[in-house]
């Protein structure tokens, strides 16, 4: 009888877990070199996702989990600096705004690093990483990013 009441609990967890970073094509903001990043960005998020979802012990996963912490890491900054130059470019109004949340947000991945090389197998810490960053990047690339999309097209136009 038990056995028959589905536990709600639990099937939400599974959903939270499951969920992925597809990248589509209405994500792009139309500039080439960003557009190029973001996707590696998700493609590498995937693959990290994936890792840290697996059923292997975190002795045989910590190896590719440090890689992409690192990866994240450097990459992020780069890719910040691109489209940040990119916005100068085209003089994006809300440059400022813009440069700080990515300040903040490397802030935050860099306080998740600091953490993780402190303690490598704490997977509360890894779980907590991974879902900050997949709520961050999809809501930037989709939002915050869009504003940059919107603002060259308009000024194209002109
Ligand atoms: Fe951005």
Redesign the pocket.
């Known amino acids: 009888m038990l056995e028959t009441i589905p536990d709600k609990r639990h099937q939400v967890k599974r959903n939270k877990e499951d969920k992925k970073v597809i990248w589509k094509d209405k994500y792009a903001i139309g500039v080439e070199v960003i557009d190029r990043q973001h996707k590696e960005l998700f493609e590498r998020f995937n693959k990290f996702l994936k890792v840290v979802r697996s059923e292997h012990s975190m002795e045989e996963k910590i190896d590719d989990i440090e890689e992409t912490f690192n990866f994240m890491g450097e990459y992020v900054i780069a890719h910040?600096q691109s489209?940040e130059a990119v916005q100068k470019k085209y003089n994006f109004p809300e440059y400022e705004r813009?440069h700080q949340i990515?300040e903040n947000f490397k802030k935050d991945v860099m306080e998740f690093k600091r953490k993780f090389e402190e303690d490598k197998y704490n997977e509360e810490l890894i779980m907590e990483f991974s879902g900050r960053i997949l709520t961050w990047l999809i809501n930037?690339v989709t939002g915050?990013?869009q504003k940059i999309s919107k603002y060259i097209n308009r000024k194209e136009e002109e």
Request: charged share 45%; no cysteine.
């Open positions: 910040f489209e813009h990515h930037h915050e990013d």
